[in-house]
């Protein structure tokens, strides 16, 4: 099972000979405005998670990143490539998980929206971003970006990075993980993975949201792809949650 596992993420991607070895899980360097919808979450001023826009006041993340007491010591940055620096920060009012958010080895319906206290302004590098009413099929291209760890040393880049994925099918991914839900994406590339620290942050298929970062077992592990929340089977509680707010 193993080997045929690898064999599988070899063949929906190539190697890039001019791969840098420092990147292993296949980042490269973005400007904002080439991923708009993205932002940080921020708990404490502190950089937690990645996060997406949805509206000029609404943000979606993975429910697993904002566990912490008192939502008001959230807040968010948008517009920069810089986790920490730049761009527009913005307070949280209130945030809402997922009701039937489960947190264990295996996150089942990792999802919360985030109501602001500030409006944000769109411009060139802050926009929002369409939710997926669909779950791309296998083999579809996605890009995953975020600020978390690039492979070794627990290192995580100062700027923003981006990386490509395709989507894998349900039964496949299955067979790396047993509690796959149809909550639940998978993507994975040879070397290319989202990783500690880019949880909450968007999974982009055709100019959709199409998935969440939730979790998976090492990073660009070729025995485990990434799994993420499946934003267009968990839509309609995503928008009844909003109104909720």
């Known amino acids: 099972m193993l080997l045929h596992w690898l064999v599988l993420v070899a063949s929906v991607t190539l190697i890039s000979a001019g791969s840098s070895p420092e990147r292993i899980v296949g980042g490269h360097p973005v400007l904002i405005s080439e991923v708009p919808w993205q932002a940080a979450l921020m708990y404490s001023e502190k950089y937690i998670c990645g996060a997406v826009i949805y509206s000029d006041k609404i943000i979606i993340t993975a429910?697993?990143?904002?566990?912490?007491?008192?939502d008001t010591l959230y807040s968010v940055r948008v517009g920069s490539v810089w986790k920490n620096l730049g761009g527009q920060h913005a307070r949280v009012a209130v945030i809402r998980k997922h009701e039937d958010y489960v947190s264990s080895t295996i996150l089942f319906n990792d999802i919360a929206v985030i109501r602001l206290v500030d409006t944000l302004i769109f411009n060139a590098e802050v926009r929002p971003i369409q939710l997926a009413d669909s779950a791309p099929a296998a083999g579809t291209e996605a890009s995953v970006s975020g600020w978390g760890e690039i492979g070794i040393?627990?290192?995580?880049?100062?700027?923003?990075?981006?990386?490509s994925v395709k989507i894998l099918d349900p039964n496949v991914c299955k067979r790396s993980y047993q509690y796959i839900t149809k909550t639940m994406i998978c993507a994975a590339a040879l070397l290319k993975d989202s990783c500690h620290g880019d949880s909450g942050g968007p999974l982009v298929s055709g100019g959709q949201l199409v998935g969440i970062v939730s979790y998976g077992i090492g990073c660009a592990n070729p025995f485990f792809p990434g799994v993420y929340a499946n934003v267009a089977e968990l839509k309609p509680w995503i928008l009844n949650a909003i109104e909720q707010l």
Not at 63 to 70: M, N, S, Y
Not at 154 to 162: H, I, R
């Open 63 to 70: 429910a697993h990143c904002v566990e912490r007491p008192f």
């Open 153 to 163: 040393l627990w290192l995580q880049p100062t700027s923003l990075l981006k990386t």
